[in-house]
């Protein structure tokens, strides 16, 4: 994590882009430092022209293993508000976090 965070520090921003912010978010994530992969994602949503699947299905998944399921169902609520296709993983990441929360994420949207 410190190397990888270190590589970030100097790297510019404008050199980042869906998959440096996807794996940061990942890595945040699966490290326990949730806080910090909100602030990433928050930042990737600034600094990236188009918002995609990738950046989002990292965030989910961060949010997931911290079982905050409801927070994957608001982050895919928003990927459907700004017409982002979801993919495979997003599909499983939802269905998941419906399944936690006993409930079906799709009703009649799908």
Do not use: H
């Given at each position: 994590l410190d190397a990888s965070e270190k590589m970030?520090?100097?790297m510019p921003q404008d050199q980042r882009d869906s998959y440096t912010y996807s794996c940061m978010?990942?890595?945040y994530g699966k490290t326990w430092k949730l806080k910090k992969a909100r602030e990433m994602f928050v930042e990737s949503?600034?600094?990236l022209p188009k918002a995609n699947a990738y950046v989002y299905n990292a965030m989910m998944g961060a949010e997931a293993a911290?079982?905050?399921f409801e927070e994957v169902l608001e982050l895919w609520g928003d990927m459907k508000a700004k017409r982002i296709r979801g993919d495979d993983?997003?599909?499983s990441?939802?269905?998941d976090?419906?399944?936690a929360l006993n409930r079906s994420p799709y009703g009649?949207?799908?």
């Amino acid at each position: 994590l410190d190397a990888s965070e270190k590589m970030l520090e100097i790297m510019p921003q404008d050199q980042r882009d869906s998959y440096t912010y996807s794996c940061m978010i990942s890595l945040y994530g699966k490290t326990w430092k949730l806080k910090k992969a909100r602030e990433m994602f928050v930042e990737s949503r600034a600094n990236l022209p188009k918002a995609n699947a990738y950046v989002y299905n990292a965030m989910m998944g961060a949010e997931a293993a911290q079982g905050n399921f409801e927070e994957v169902l608001e982050l895919w609520g928003d990927m459907k508000a700004k017409r982002i296709r979801g993919d495979d993983v997003t599909e499983s990441l939802v269905g998941d976090a419906g399944d936690a929360l006993n409930r079906s994420p799709y009703g009649p949207s799908l």
